[in-house]
């Protein structure tokens, strides 16, 4: 028996955002305080409808109104949102807000104490009970639009990065995003460092790492891993990415869901990992910042490179 050939082998179909690079074939350089390992902590803010649309959930689904999964979500804004930033305060730490604009509306007091504390807001959506992703344009530009306004004239911030709902994304959110204002996008998991992203303006979108390991969705509700584990896995990554970072600068995020660390026994176990964080923050071997400055940077630094580039040939 003969096997059949394909017609037709080559290139697979590509997003065209930026080309395969090696990264131990990279420039390298360090952080504005001369470290290697650039971390942030991501505080997901977010609301969702009650009676319809997405969630995550803690239990099996239940016929609308699903009480036992909205109210789980919605003890994050009441309770556990707060002890984070309890515990980022007594740890002196940054944090990126991703907050949905429906917080606006619903508890504008947990935003503005983000706001008190300096930290940067990160445009999250209106509410994650949706995704873009399927939307037509038009509505997509619209709700980048929308957040970007509102965030501006609510907290006086001109948010600067992105987290789509779900990391729902239509073929064009990155072109969508660089014409609405926006600098960054966290929705890309695919490299420890900032990556440009080419877009159809011209205009470069950053992309930060985002994580999709250490972030307490994947691991603790779809994994089922324990807050033990989980604290262990940032100190782990945290260790090992210190290393790293000797040769080269790299970025470490931590993703968190208040409805899911900020239960108290969770929480006990984020402390120890954030200490252990802090401890080499206090020690300045890292850079302790917010999405937003890291983007900034990996833009300064390349146009650097560029003009080095340019000035060689």
């Known amino acids: 028996m003969s096997l059949s050939t394909p017609m037709f082998l080559g290139p697979l179909t590509d997003h065209g955002r930026f080309p395969y690079s090696a990264i131990h074939r990279r420039p390298t350089y360090r952080w504005p305080n001369q470290t290697g390992l650039a971390v942030y902590l991501a505080l997901n803010l977010e609301h969702f409808a009650f009676g319809e649309g997405a969630g995550a959930m803690i239990g099996p689904a239940s016929p609308q109104p699903d009480v036992l999964n909205f109210s789980w979500r919605e003890y994050g804004n009441r309770v556990g949102a707060w002890r984070c930033l309890e515990l980022f305060d007594q740890l002196q730490l940054p944090s990126a807000a991703l907050i949905n604009t429906a917080l606006y509306d619903h508890c504008p007091e947990l935003i503005q104490a983000c706001v008190d504390r300096g930290d940067e807001l990160v445009g999250h959506g209106h509410s994650n009970a949706e995704r873009q992703g399927s939307w037509s344009e038009a509505d997509e530009t619209g709700l980048l639009a929308m957040c970007k306004n509102r965030i501006q004239q609510e907290s006086g911030q001109a948010a600067s990065g992105w987290l789509s709902p779900w990391i729902s994304e239509s073929k064009l959110t990155p072109d969508l995003l660089a014409e609405t204002g926006y600098d960054y996008t966290l929705n890309w998991c695919h490299d420890d460092q900032p990556v440009p992203m080419q877009t159809r ?27 033990k584990d989980f604290a262990q896995m940032i100190i782990d990554q945290f260790d090992e990415m210190l290393e790293q970072s000797q040769r080269q600068p790299l970025v470490m995020g931590i993703a968190l869901h208040p409805y899911i660390v900020g239960q108290p026994y969770r929480l006990r176990h984020l402390r ?6 802090a401890e080499a923050r206090d020690k300045n071997l890292i850079w302790m910042t917010t999405p937003h400055h890291i983007a900034e940077h990996a833009a ?14």
């Open 300 to 313: 300064l630094m390349s146009m650097g490179f560029e003009q080095e580039q340019k000035s060689s040939r």
């Open 201 to 227: 303006s011209g205009k470069t979108l950053w992309s930060v790492p985002y994580p999709q390991e250490i972030n307490d969705i994947p691991m603790i509700v779809a994994r089922q891993m324990d807050g």
């Open 272 to 277: 120890r990992a954030l200490q252990h964080i």
